[in-house]
């Protein structure tokens, strides 16, 4: 592609002519100098701990001639400089142009929130493809489509790697994509240039705040706020305490899904279902024509009833058939989101990525609904973050639970066990039973060792990932697995 096209749409100030830009070949975009190559562009990035600007040269070296920067630089008499105002967005713009701006090409579905994002978007992957629209996602767990399974490093990509992959997806017969917009995406201007045709706004409580994240939580709140001048259609909880700012702050037509307050999509008459291998729930959802429909979703709680009306809202404005909508909803999960395992009669355990107070919380209180006789609770909390979500999760667990085993999570350089005592404080005085095991393999077979008859046993805090991070590096560790084989040990006792 020419370096004219490429910078087409764009504000921008060069060292060279426009003839002299629509000479100049480019067939690579980088912004991490050691994927620098001739015929490619480098942009420059500024970053909260690495300016690329400090790289130009590594770059340079490497054959690149062609650099985007913030502001005007001393290079190499044959280097061709792009001055912008903002390179995140600049990247952003010119991965949009060098992929043929795919987003264009097929319906895409932005989810944003501070949960119920991985669940939503797999959720419109699994009913949407099954309706006959196939879909691909892009989100937590990774890039799936088709046949395909591949990892992500961030929740959102970056813009490169996210046009990169629609271009992928459209290429590959992907018609719709549902994706996580986290905002962190949001706030580095990665998804800029995505042609949303919905919004899915779930619900906000405090994360991601700190030094190398949000400064503030009216920051976090404004992030995700810019969804929505970024989509043609937004779909809203409005049962969010942040939903009237939601809408306020929107630049599209909005419908409205709830529990509580009167909406376009509102559940009524909610009853919970247990069975061995199963926890769910069955509902009617009313619309603002008053059309009640009743349906079944294969996930426990209230929450899960959130999730399921926004896969409805976006299904009807997808125009989707409602007969194949709902037999597909019936039936979806996720991996690592309440994911109930196969395990010993009378016995259910829980698989779930809950790592935070709120996310726990809302889970136990799920799981305390269906009344088991005790609830166990296995996890533990990220190393080199605030202490004080080690003391929400721990006063949550110190509250709702009967036994918490309290073990490694991602303990980075942090000593585990140091990590378990902070958590540990919060059992003071509380009535539930405390073990400290630094093993997570082996808390995982204590917890399902002391189960009984009646009992649910929840793993939580790792869900779908597969690794540990210990002193940097990511160690493989399968929870899924773990937990099953625990199960199989005790189970041939």
Sequence with gaps: MKLS???????????????????????????????????????????ETVDGHDYIDSAYQKGCRVFVVNDNMELAEDATMIIVDDSRNCLSHISANFF???????????????????????????????????????????????????KTINTTPESYELHKTIREMVDAGVKCLAMEVSSGGLMMERVNHIDFDIGIYTNLSPDHIGP????????????KSRLFSLCRHGIINLDDDHAAYMIDKANCDIETFSIKADSDYRAQD???TR??????????????????????????????????????????????????????????????????LPSILNITVVLDYAHNGVSLENVLETLLKYQPKRLICIFGSIGGRAALRRKELGDVAARLCDVSILTTDNP???????????????????????????DRPQAILKGIEIAKPGDMVVVAGKGHEKYQIIKGQRVFYDEKAEVLKAIEIVKNR
């Design 100 to 150: 043929g701006n795919p987003s264009r090409d097929l319906k895409v579905i932005g989810v944003t929130g501070t949960k119920g994002k991985t669940t939503i978007t797999n959720y419109l992957r699994t009913v949407l493809t099954k309706s006959g629209l196939n879909t691909g996602v892009i989100g937590t767990n990774g890039v799936f489509y088709n046949d395909y399974a591949g």
């Design 270 to 272: 909610i009853s919970l």
């Design 5 to 47: 096209e490429l910078l087409a749409g764009l504000d921008y100030i060069s060292n060279r002519s426009q003839d002299q830009l629509k000479e100049c070949e480019i067939d690579n975009i980088c912004y991490d100098s050691r994927k620098a190559s001739q015929n490619g562009i480098f942009v420059a990035i500024k970053g």
């Design 212 to 223: 190398k994240e949000h400064p503030t939580f009216e920051d976090y709140r404004d992030c």
């Design 412 to 438: 980075d350089d942090e000593d585990p066990m140091d990590i378990i005592n902070d958590i540990g404080e919060s059992f003071v005085d509380s009535k539930c039973q405390v073990y400290k095991i630094v």
């Design 275 to 340: 069975t061995e291998t199963s926890l769910g729930v069955d509902f009617d959802y009313v619309t603002r024509d008053g059309q009640t429909t009743r349906t079944h979703i294969a996930s426990p709680g209230e929450f899960s009833v959130y999730n399921a009306l926004a896969v409805i809202a976006a299904a009807n404005y997808l125009t989707i058939d409602k007969d194949k909508m709902l037999l597909a909803l019936s039936t979806a999960q996720v991996d690592g989101r309440v994911q109930v």
